[in-house]
């Protein structure tokens, strides 16, 4: 089993930043792309970011394409979100993911429920 833990949310005003950090541990050797998600109040969890295992290549879902970095630490098992220029529609709970997909090159861009999910944490941005 592998568990996540995200850190560094919080409230912040539109065009600042923040940085987010998961950290892995367990049986992070079954772990490969690792990812963020979010959901915002009535609405589905949505992909942010991936990773891939070797953390060369990443995607981004459009609305944050320009604004946020993802970036991984495979010797400390962190994935990190760097949020810069925040709007108000980047409010919501931020999950942490890892995928057991074994893909080396190429960031995930779908997570399953079989996947690992860490708990999630807020972020809230005042316009």
């Known amino acids: 089993q592998v568990q996540l833990v995200e850190s560094g949310g919080g409230s912040v005003q539109a065009g600042g930043s923040l940085r987010l950090s998961c950290a892995a541990s367990?049986?992070?050797?079954?772990?490969?792309?690792m990812g963020w998600f979010r959901q915002a109040p009535g609405r589905e969890r949505e992909i942010v970011a991936s990773?891939?295992?070797?953390?060369?290549?990443?995607y981004y879902t459009d609305s944050v394409k320009g604004r946020f970095t993802v970036s991984r630490d495979r010797a400390k098992f962190t994935v990190y979100l760097q949020m810069n220029r925040v709007k108000p529609e980047d409010t919501g709970v931020y999950y942490c993911?890892?995928?057991?997909?074994?893909?080396?090159?190429?960031?995930?861009?779908?997570?399953?429920?079989?996947?690992?999910w860490g708990q999630g944490t807020q972020v809230t941005v005042s316009s």
């Open positions: 993911a890892a995928s057991r997909a074994p893909e080396i090159t190429i960031p995930a861009t779908t997570y399953s429920d079989d996947d690992y």
């Open positions: 367990g049986r992070t050797v079954s772990v490969y792309s």
């Open positions: 990773i891939s295992w070797s953390g060369g290549n990443t």
